[in-house]
Structure formats: C-alpha cells, structure tokens
C-alpha cells in the first residue's frame, strides 16, 4: 500500500486543521492504520491509530482534541485535530500495519507516507 499524506499548515493555537492520509494499492479496511508526529531533535511519537475493526486509540496528549477516522470509499483516514496547541507543533506522519499488533509503537508499521508539517502558533 502506498500513502499520501496532506492537510497540514500554519494555524493559531486554539484554531483546527484536517489531515488526510490517502491510500492507493490497496484496502485500508484491512490495515491497522496510524498517526505519528516527530518535533525537531524527538523521537516519531504516536498520535492515534484505528484497527480493521474501526476502534480508535489516542495518545494521552492529544484525547479530547484530535479524532481519527476512516473513510473506506475514498480510501483514506483522517485526523480532525481541534483547540491546537504550539506544542502540537511537528511534521505529522501516517503509517500502516497488516498484522494490528504494532498499536503505539512505530517500528511495528511497515508503510509510511511523507511527512505533512503542522505548526501551531502562540
């Protein structure tokens, strides 16, 4: 499967963007799929990632603001994130999964699209 991932920009804190992560070569109905962020000098963190199933996971920083979903017509999912924070601040990464056991770990994703930069201001 391949990934393309799109939406990001420059926004003031409190404000929103949508990213998209589109997928082309095959069904991401059968992928774990998953948002990850990188800031400058950090390690790749996990955002959020949705199972086959359509079950959603979140890390702690970001629950409340940021909601993932998938649609499967268009092949793509998606990350809604609202009320931004500067600290929100890095280049957003989406990344798939066949096997659904890699969850929060980023070395368990075996497909990556570009980076799409997001950066908040104070």
């Known amino acids: 499967v391949q990934l393309q991932a799109s939406g990001g920009g420059l926004v003031q804190a409190g404000g929103s963007l949508k990213l998209s992560c589109q997928a082309s070569?095959?069904?991401?109905?059968?992928?774990?799929t998953g948002w990850f962020r990188q800031a400058p000098g950090q390690e790749r963190k996990h955002v959020a990632n949705?199972?086959?199933?359509?079950?959603?996971f979140y890390a702690d920083s970001v629950k409340g603001r940021f909601t993932i979903s998938r649609d499967n017509a268009k092949n793509t999912v998606y990350l809604q994130m609202n009320s931004l924070k500067p600290e929100d601040t890095a280049v957003y990464y989406c990344?798939?999964?066949?096997?659904?056991?890699?969850?929060?770990?980023?070395?368990?994703?075996?497909?990556w699209g570009q980076g799409t930069q997001v950066t908040v201001s104070s």
């Open positions: 990344a798939a999964e066949v096997s659904g056991s890699a969850g929060r770990n980023p070395d368990g994703y075996d497909y």
């Open positions: 070569g095959d069904t991401l109905t059968t992928y774990n």
């Open positions: 949705i199972g086959w199933s359509g079950r959603t």
